[in-house]
């Protein structure tokens, strides 16, 4: 089970972070999807466990993500938040046993405005 926090609204320029807390096991990978209103959803970035982070190019340089594996949370640190990185953002996590699996959080809304 997967539970996102810290969504909100903010203005451009500005910052927020989002948490992802994971529940009932262990997890490899994790990271962020996101979906626009009338767009595809999209990948923004994902963390290993060992400290490993890939970004999707739109947020390099703005975004981190990073984890609490003994908390099993992970953040997405947003900064130089821009209009078109509103979005839903959903949490998601590869688990660590056979076969893997993938879990989604529900969701969490982020809104930045001019």
């Known amino acids: 089970q997967l539970e996102e926090s810290g969504g909100g609204l903010v203005q451009a320029g500005g910052s927020l972070r989002l948490s992802c807390a994971a529940s009932g096991g262990s997890f490899s990978v994790m990271g962020w999807d996101r979906q626009a209103p009338g767009k595809q959803r999209e990948f923004v970035a994902r963390?290993?466990?060992?400290?490993?982070?890939d970004y999707a190019n739109s947020v390099k340089g703005r975004f981190t993500c990073s984890r609490d594996n003994a908390k099993n949370t992970m953040y997405l640190q947003m900064n130089s938040l821009k209009p078109e990185d509103t979005a839903m953002y959903y949490c998601n996590a590869l688990s660590s046993g056979l076969p893997p699996m993938v879990s989604w959080g529900q969701g969490i809304q982020v809104t930045v405005s001019t």
């Open positions: 963390c290993s466990g060992d400290g490993r982070a």
